[in-house]
T-cell receptor, first 109, second 113 residues
Framework: SQTIHQWPATLVQPVGSPLSLECTVEGTSNPNLYWYRQAAGRGLQLLFYSVGIGQISSEVPQNLSASRPQDRQFILSSKKLLLSDSGFYLC????????FGPGTRLTVL | AQSVTQPDIHITVSEGASLELRCNYSYGATPYLFWYVQSPGQGLQLLLKYFSGDTLVQGIKGFEAEFKRSQSSFNLRKPSVHWSDAAEYFCAVGEGSQGNLIFGKGTKLSVKP
C-alpha cells in the first residue's frame, strides 16, 4: 500500500486570498495523481489528474490550478479564492487502484 | 455519459441487522466498479472492486458486492452491521483498472444500538 500525505489538514481563508494545498506520496515512483473536491451534498468531483511531472489535465473549468513539480508532489493552487471553493479536498495516488490521502478541509469566508 | 447513482442519501440500520446499499451506473463498456468508505473527516478507503470474473466480490470488513450487468447495478451488502460501520459509502466507476473515477454522491450510513 501507499502513504499519501496532505497538508494542511484544515484551512480557513478569506475570499480573494491565495491558496496552496500540498500532497506528497510515498511509494512506487511515477504514480498517476489526482485532486478531488468533495462539496456538501455533491459527492466527489475530479478536478485535476497528472500522469507525470509537469503533466496536468483539468477536468472542469474553475478557479483552481495544479502543478506537479516532482514525481511524488502534487500541488493545488489558487490566486484568489472564491466562496464556492470551500470543500474537502482529497489527493489520490494510483498504483493499480486509487489510494486516498486524509484530505484538507478548506473554508472560505 | 458515464454516471453513477446512489439512490439513498441516508440509511439507518440497527446494529446486527443486514445492510444493502444501492448503486446503479451508466457506462458504455464493461465497467470497472469500486466501493469506498469514508469515516468523518477522513479520506476514502477502498472496500472492494470488480474488474472481471466472478460477479460476487468480497471486500474488507465483511462487505461484499454483486455486479449485475442486466440491472446496471453494483450493490454493497453486509450480513450483520457493526456500530463501527457508520460512515459514508461511495460507489465509483472507472474506465479501467486505472484512470479517472466517477463517483456517486454517497450514502450516509447510521447505525442504531
Amino acid at each position: 500500500s501507499q502513504t499519501i500525505h496532505q497538508w494542511p489538514a484544515t484551512l480557513v481563508q478569506p475570499v480573494g486570498s491565495p491558496l496552496s494545498l500540498e500532497c506528497t506520496v510515498e511509494g512506487t515512483s511515477n504514480p498517476n495523481l489526482y485532486w478531488y473536491r468533495q462539496a456538501a451534498g455533491r459527492g466527489l468531483q475530479l478536478l485535476f489528474y497528472s500522469v507525470g511531472i509537469g503533466q496536468i489535465s483539468s477536468e472542469v473549468p474553475q478557479n483552481l490550478s495544479a502543478s506537479r513539480p516532482q514525481d511524488r508532489q502534487f500541488i493545488l493552487s489558487s490566486k484568489k479564492l472564491l466562496l464556492s471553493d470551500s470543500g474537502f479536498y482529497l489527493c489520490a495516488a494510483e498504483y493499480n487502484e486509487q489510494f486516498f490521502g486524509p484530505g484538507t478541509r478548506l473554508t472560505v469566508l | 455519459a458515464q454516471s453513477v447513482t446512489q439512490p439513498d442519501i441516508h440509511i439507518t440500520v440497527s446494529e446486527g441487522a443486514s445492510l444493502e446499499l444501492r448503486c446503479n451506473y451508466s457506462y458504455g463498456a464493461t465497467p470497472y466498479l469500486f466501493w469506498y468508505v469514508q469515516s468523518p473527516g477522513q479520506g476514502l478507503q477502498l472496500l472492494l472492486k470488480y474488474f472481471s470474473g466472478d460477479t460476487l466480490v468480497q471486500g474488507i470488513k465483511g462487505f461484499e458486492a454483486e455486479f449485475k450487468r442486466s440491472q446496471s447495478s453494483f450493490n454493497l451488502r453486509k450480513p450483520s452491521v457493526h456500530w463501527s460501520d457508520a460512515a459514508e459509502y461511495f460507489c465509483a466507476v472507472g474506465e479501467g483498472s486505472q484512470g479517472n473515477l466517477i463517483f456517486g454522491k454517497g450514502t450516509k450510513l447510521s447505525v442504531k444500538p
